[in-house]
């Protein structure tokens, strides 16, 4: 397996050549896709970064004539058309001009009706008396948008007249950006309608089908981009959450929980592009993709704001009762888009600008230390599978045997380990819940692993169970429902309520004095109707929740990596939906020098040497999930996935895998990611900032 590959390193400008003859034939064995029926894909899948398209896009003289010029500086000037709010942004650098409306449209065959959509500044959407879903776009005559300008903010005020509703946004100018704001203390409600949703600059950077080389960045596992094109696999949009669902409103919480609250856009490879950040109210707020097949041959991407949350409450004996709240969510929305140019035009140039943000906000620091690299070995503990009277509990590992295990993987060349120890909390893996995180004196102790970098595994949010009996403290939905998910047959996950959550990690945290990884609360954000907790104030609870501490941490989003020392989990593709073209390093190429980081299990990838060669070509130390009993034990067990534990199996893949993998990352250990190319398809170079590179084929 680990034998087809050569390592070659060169010293005259320190080049690290890795080959994978297994690829040679273009072939690889992976997960099937969403929607596919084969399990081979070949290397023009969108487990892979493709070639880019190089073409020069020339965008032609842009008709400003029914636009003010509003804003300007050295790099950047707005206009904005009063008839319909839309805005032009003309990047000074590259005089490319940025439109929110579709531009020459009077060339297609589009009705009033249409044209009102496709060249309106918003969207919004608002519930009437009966009930009913009403919208209004920006043009409608229903619609009424007064502007003004004071230094470099462009404000318009909008009265919905026929709604009673008003609200107002604010464009503030930038040096490279421009900033969106709508304060919801500036939302007005007169009458009987409510407002539901906001949609600003929809068709912002809209590409009709092909005619623009490029792509949409999506912040999709690892990340994700969509190249242009004129037809689509799927036929309807796609929508997600940025923190997922909310398990306070929905028990459909297993669907993809976006990685960051970003997204971006290319016109041109290393001409122009875009990133969109999403500064408040992301809590509340729907990423959605639309192909060329979709809507009038565009494909556009776009950000809505849920100003309030709309369900239908079950009453005994009666129909559905649909639930308005008298009130907006209580939190701003507000939506920075950055303009770059030239080389910094592609989704290196933006995952350098978030990191840039991120830098400022305090969030990031630099981490420059060149230690060699080490890997995460995660010990599974104990669970129980169930007998006719009495529990039969499965000790898989005990602290001694993390001890030798140890003493074993050193004498074997792997020097730099880390532990965590899940299902170490008392009775086990079953037994999981927000209140135990008592390590189970049957296994042994923290105390015995002193010697060790080793962290207690704790997941606050979930909890399991055999059967639909629900553990204390569990969430209860806006439904008055307790909030389960059947993950299997036989297997029901819970979520712990949010106060608890909070309660129960403060306490962990101080049991442990810091030696501890945190698992759910990372990714996994919703609100509590018993505790009277929004998902904004969650959000909030959350970023100030463990001060100035620093934790391993299990997929960390945006409101916790402050806090995250290792970030466990990282994926190494997209989520892989049938119409993503590229699967990329994004969230690498974003922390690389700043936070650590350890792929998913290994010893569970149903192509190892796939994984481990996206390892090597991300920067990601290797993980490996491991039992010093058989994992045959857990077979009866709700913990019988973990299928591939035994450590005795895969002893020698993990040290042939650090001793290989840390001849190459050991070279580029503290430095960063400043450059990445697909010269030919397969094949990825990676430009280190310490002048090292790594090659990939």
Request: aromatic letters at 14%; one cysteine or more; hydrophobic letters at 35%.
């Amino acid at each position: 397996m680990i034998k087809k590959l050569r390592i070659i390193v060169l010293f005259s400008f320190v080049l690290v050549t890795v080959c994978f003859l297994a690829l040679n034939n273009n072939k690889v064995k992976a997960k099937e896709e969403a929607g596919a029926d084969s399990s081979e894909f070949f290397i023009d899948s969108s487990l892979f970064t493709h070639m880019d398209d190089d073409t020069a896009y020339n965008q032609g003289e842009v008709d400003l004539s029914d636009f003010d010029s509003k804003l300007e500086n050295s790099h950047l000037e707005l206009f904005y058309n009063k008839a319909n709010g839309a805005i032009r942004i003309i990047n000074k650098d590259t005089g490319y001009v940025w439109a929110s409306d579709i531009l020459n449209i009077d060339d297609y065959n589009f009705n009033n009706a249409v044209k009102k959509r496709l060249t309106s500044a918003f969207k919004v959407l608002y519930r009437n008396e009966d009930g009913n879903v009403k919208d209004v776009y920006a043009a409608d005559t229903a619609a009424k948008l007064t502007d003004s300008v004071s230094g470099n903010k462009l404000t318009v005020n909008v009265l919905l007249d026929k709604a009673d509703i008003r609200f107002s946004y604010e464009i503030t100018l930038n040096d490279y950006s421009i900033d969106v704001l709508i304060k919801v203390s500036e939302i007005s409600e007169t009458g009987a309608n409510k407002l539901t949703a906001i949609t600003m600059f929809p068709y912002l950077g809209a590409v009709y089908k092909d005619n623009i080389p490029g792509y949409v960045f999506l912040p999709s596992g690892s990340g994700a981009l969509v190249r242009y094109s004129s037809t689509s696999p799927i036929t309807s949009t796609y929508s997600a959450k940025f923190y997922g669902t909310d398990a306070n409103i929905s028990k459909n919480t297993e669907n993809e929980v976006l990685s960051l609250p970003i997204y971006g856009l290319c016109h041109g490879v290393n001409q122009n592009a875009m990133l969109v950040n999403i500064k408040s109210g992301e809590a509340f707020t729907t990423l959605t993709y639309s192909p060329a097949n979709i809507d009038q041959g565009f494909n556009f991407i776009y950000t809505t704001f849920n100003t309030r949350e709309i369900y239908y409450l079950s009453i005994p004996g009666s129909d559905q009762i649909l639930m308005i709240p008298e009130n907006n969510y209580d939190v701003d929305m507000e939506i920075e888009y950055t303009f770059l140019s030239d080389e910094k035009a592609n989704y290196l140039g933006m995952a350098e600008a978030y990191r840039n943000t991120l830098i400022e906000d305090g969030i990031l620091q630099r981490n420059s230390d060149s230690n060699p690299i080490d890997i995460q070995i995660e010990a599974f503990g104990r669970d129980y599978e169930k007998g006719l009277i009495f529990k039969k509990y499965k000790n898989m590992t005990t602290t001694k045997d993390i001890i030798h295990i140890n003493e074993d993987l050193e004498e074997g060349g792997v020097n730099n380990i880390f532990y965590t120890l899940r299902a170490f909390n008392k009775k086990g893996y079953s037994n999981q819940s927000v209140k135990n995180y008592k390590f189970d004196g049957k296994l042994g102790s923290m105390h015995d692993l002193k010697d060790l970098e080793a962290y207690f595994y704790y997941n606050p949010i979930e909890s399991y169970n055999s059967k639909k009996s629900y553990p204390n403290k569990v969430l209860v939905n806006l439904y008055n429902e307790k909030n389960y998910i059947a993950v299997e047959a036989n297997k029901y996950k819970f979520y712990a309520n949010a106060k608890d959550v909070v309660k129960y990690t403060l306490k962990a945290v101080d049991k442990y004095d810091g030696r501890i990884a945190l698992d759910g609360i990372g990714y996994r954000l919703y609100g509590d109707k018993n505790n009277k907790l929004t998902r904004s104030e969650m959000l909030a609870t959350y970023s100030g929740l463990l001060g100035e501490d620093k934790l391993p941490m299990y997929k960390p989003n945006y409101y916790f990596l402050a806090n995250t020392s290792k970030y466990l989990n990282m994926p190494l593709y997209s989520e892989r939906t049938r119409f993503v073209t590229d699967s990329l390093p994004f969230l690498e190429i974003l922390l690389k020098g700043y936070i650590d980081y350890y792929s998913p299990y290994l010893n569970f990838s149903s192509n190892i040497d796939l994984d481990f060669l996206k390892c090597i070509e991300y920067g990601v130390s290797p993980a490996y999930l491991i039992s010093k009993q058989p994992s045959y034990l857990l077979s009866n067990t709700l913990s019988s996935d973990y299928y591939a534990t035994y450590y005795d199996s895969v002893a020698d893949m993990i040290k042939e895998q650090y001793v290989m993998i840390s001849s190459v990352l050991n070279q580029v250990s503290g430095a960063t990611i400043v450059n990445r190319i697909i010269p030919s398809e397969g094949i990825s170079v990676v430009d280190y900032s310490n002048g090292k590179r790594i090659i990939v084929n």
